[in-house]
């Protein structure tokens, strides 16, 4: 089994969701943005995406 320091189980701890587990949005894959947005309901526009991944980057 890994051994982690105290130090980087506290950096993973506050990098993961409240269930520990880990998300990450590949913000190059256009399509499955679009779909994430329309399951919110959200119709975003190419403008609306291209702005999100100048504020992620």
Same mark, same amino acid.
């Given at each position: ?5 105290? =130090? ?8 993961? &969701? #409240?269930?520990?587990?880990?998300? @990450? +949005? ?7 943005? =679009? ?8 119709? &975003? #526009?190419?403008?609306?995406?291209? @702005? +999100? ?5």
């Amino acid at each position: 089994m890994l051994q982690l320091t105290h =130090n980087k189980k506290d950096a993973l701890d506050r990098l993961s &969701a #409240t269930d520990g587990k880990f998300y @990450a +949005l590949a913000i190059d894959q256009r399509g499955a943005m =679009n779909r994430m947005f329309d399951d919110l309901g959200i119709e &975003a #526009t190419t403008e609306d995406i291209q @702005a +999100l991944k100048k504020v992620v980057s």
